[in-house]
């Protein structure tokens, strides 16, 4: 948030001057003449309000947000308002109008967020969102802007009176302006509609008819492609078979003719697959089955996919960039492989030469895909049309290469299936890329709509109830929760959150303020009323810095998103260990590591226990129950893998998250098994102490402790 200027109310000209600068700095900031009445009428109605009923008070103009906002604050320090509810609900009537004018503010704006406690005084904050034309304001270009304000001198009264009226005579012009055209189309209508209902019969008639032609089409294509794929296949394996000389040789020329009639049979296949395709989608019937997955994985996999269909000898390059920064995906991985193969097959088609290019960008709550190459080019009249069926655009290539037509549409289908989109951009000569713009979350997507989270509760993790109507902020929290002694309870309503607070008790709760159509200022003071709830620590996560307010509410911790996962984590295990004594217990065999790990930990406030040996570790465990285990696998006597087994079936010890701290060589079913029952497994065999220090931090703030992290979040 960057404040750009203040202005105290003590008396009535002030409220005029905070009208003057609202319209001042709107102006600066982009907003038509429209939105800077309506915000300079907001502010003067509420800053008169502060005025009239409390006699003191302040306006904060600031910037904030992304996209950026137009934020005023309003303060007093007055009664409060005591029938407030009623006020906001249009249940409250008045002989002196009071409360009309907090109702019609909100109807005004964008932002509006009132906060009123009885003799403590009243906090409005009210905003506008930036037109999206406008572009970013920097720090500076905000500096500018306030100086520019603080320069002007404040119009008297009347030249403020003289400029409210004429907004009014122009808003009083453009109504009449309306009432007329609004007239005139009535009559337009009037005549007009016996027309469209005579039209109405006969387009439902003939919807109807397409709608049953449409459905015969799907079917006649869904049962022609089975009924075409037994014979395929039975021509494939017998074309395989020949070519195999399973039954003897084929002289030169019976070769040539069985692997023309196998390229004949695998296009026929080909496009047999991609009806079918396309009849399923257009049916419904085709099964979206979303997944967590990286990107990088899908591009590893595509590159082992994707190599055989470049030419021996091509001079072509395939170009698969490496995905870094791109958080995970919860979408049909398959589909989105069947997306981008069908984009880098039209891409190696037609390019002759030079390279073919496969990346990703994180866009918001999306990841863009993109194919890029330096082929012929699409003229940009044949843009829209290839993604047409069975449409090939022709070009000196097009005989070489032959297609089905059907690769791009399905793409379109499959991606819009995913609730993305599809775009290209071309020039002739110079190459194309196509784009597949793919949400991070499938938005019908049900896994973050838990409604009885307490069936999902596991007895060795501790429940973190969330409360955040963005399901792609959900998923980023859940993936910051991952592997760690926490478990993500995720809620979308008040409703919800309140109805998982019936069933468990979270040991902490991460809170969102700017629910949609919902005050989580309201559940905080809720929460913290409660005798049986006030104990559980919430931490407040929003987009607007009103971290003074959160802590006077009782909220335990504050942070500003986009919030980093482990700053998060170092936060919950602050506000849930409340600065109790935290002991970690070292088991290992080696004095010398031991000792390493020791002053590795030095600048942390951790207790260091030590065992040199299993039957010691396991004993110093039951006993001294630290809060987290650093355990060496290859000892004498009692190895690691037992020493965890045992304490896995120790009911004293069995939640004590265990950090693995081993130069063993692991195989991928030993990893796979210690991933399992711990929170993280350590190399010894690291490069540098920095990595070392770092990658034991990063396990032991997994396992709940409170250590001292590099870096800083976004707070």
């Known amino acids: 948030m960057t404040r750009i200027f203040t202005i105290a109310i003590q008396y009535e000209q002030d409220v005029v001057q905070a009208r003057q600068r609202t319209r001042e700095i709107a102006e600066q900031l982009g907003f038509d003449a429209q939105d800077r009445a309506r915000l300079a009428t907001a502010v003067s109605e509420i800053a008169r309000n502060a005025f009239q009923y409390a006699q003191d008070g302040t306006v904060k103009f600031s910037v904030a947000g992304e996209p950026q906002a137009f934020l005023i604050q309003i303060q007093d320090r007055g009664e409060g308002i005591p029938h407030l509810a009623d006020v906001l609900a249009g249940r409250y009537t008045s002989d002196t109008g009071a409360g009309l004018g907090i109702v019609g503010t ?48 404040p119009e008297n009264p009347y030249q403020e009176i003289q400029q409210q009226n004429q907004e009014l005579l122009r808003a009083m012009a453009e109504l009449r302006k309306r009432e007329e055209e609004l007239s005139q189309l009535n009559q337009e209508l009037e005549d007009t509609n016996r027309g469209v209902v005579a039209l109405y ?52 020329e019976q070769e040539k003719q069985v692997t023309f009639i196998q390229k004949a049979a695998n296009g026929l296949s080909e496009l047999v697959n991609d009806l079918l395709d396309l009849a399923k989608v257009e049916a419904g019937k085709i099964e979206v089955r979303p ?20 030419v021996q000898g091509s001079s072509v390059t395939l170009i698969v960039e490496e995905a870094e920064g791109i958080p995970p995906l919860y979408s049909d991985e398959g ?118 989270p307490i069936t999902l509760v596991e007895p060795t993790r501790l429940p973190i109830l969330v409360v955040e109507d963005h399901p792609e902020t959900l998923f980023i929290y859940e993936k910051h929760l991952q592997q760690s002694i926490y478990q993500l309870i995720p809620t979308r309503t008040l409703a919800q959150a309140r109805l998982a607070l019936q069933k468990l008790r979270p040991a902490a709760i991460m809170l969102d303020i700017l629910l949609e159509g919902q005050n989580g200022w309201t559940f905080l003071r809720e929460i913290k009323g409660d005798e049986t709830t006030r104990t559980i620590p919430v931490l407040v996560i929003t987009i607007v810095d009103n971290e003074k307010q959160a802590l006077a509410l009782g909220a335990n911790g504050f942070l500003i998103k986009p919030v980093d996962r482990l700053p998060l984590l170092n936060k919950l295990n602050t506000l849930i260990t409340e600065n109790k004594p935290q002991k970690v217990l070292l088991i290992d065999d080696d004095p010398s590591y031991r000792y390493l790990v020791k002053q590795l930990l030095i600048n942390t406030p951790l207790s260091i226990l030590e065992a040199a040996n299993g039957k010691e570790g396991l004993n110093l465990a039951q006993k001294e129950q630290p809060n987290a285990i650093v355990l060496d696998l290859e000892m004498p006597e009692i190895g690691g893998f037992d020493v965890l087994k045992q304490l896995k079936n120790n009911s004293v010890t069995q939640s004590i998250p265990v950090i693995i701290h081993s130069s063993a060589q692991l195989d991928a079913e030993a990893q796979s098994r210690l991933a399992a029952q711990s929170i993280a497994i350590v190399s010894k065999e690291t490069g540098s102490q920095t990595t070392a220090i770092a990658q034991l931090q990063d396990a032991l703030v997994k396992a709940g402790l409170v250590v001292e992290v590099s870096g800083k979040s976004h707070v």
């Open 106 to 153: 909100r109807r005004l704006m964008d932002l509006f967020e009132i906060e009123s406690l009885p003799g403590e005084g009243t906090t409005v904050t009210i905003g506008k969102r930036l037109s999206k034309r406008t572009p970013t304001f920097t720090d500076s270009q905000l500096q500018q802007i306030r100086e520019t304000v603080i320069g002007r001198s």
């Open 335 to 452: 589909k989105i492989a069947q997306i981008l193969r069908n984009f880098v097959s039209n891409a190696l088609k037609f390019t002759e030469r030079g390279e073919v290019r496969v990346s990703a960008v994180q866009t918001g709550h999306a990841i863009t895909f993109s194919v890029s190459d330096t082929g012929i080019g699409i003229a940009h009249a044949d843009q829209e049309r290839i993604f047409e069926d069975f449409m090939q655009i022709e070009s000196h290539l097009q005989k070489q290469v032959k297609g089905t037509g059907l690769g791009l549409p399905l793409s379109r289908k499959l991606a819009e299936l995913l609730g993305g989109s599809i775009s290209v951009k071309s020039q002739l000569g110079e190459g194309t890329t196509f784009t597949a713009l793919i949400p991070i979350v499938y938005p019908d997507a049900t896994e973050f709509t838990v409604l009885q």
């Open 291 to 310: 997944s967590s997955f990286e990107v990088s994985e899908l591009f590893a996999t595509l590159r082992g996919m994707l190599r055989p269909l470049l």
């Open 201 to 252: 019969a006969e387009l439902d008639e003939k919807a109807s008819s397409l709608q049953q032609v449409n459905e015969l089409k799907t079917r006649f294509l869904s049962n022609m492609s089975h009924e075409f794929r037994t014979p395929l296949n039975s021509i494939l394996s017998l074309s395989r078979m020949l070519l195999a000389r399973m039954d003897g040789n084929l002289t030169i």
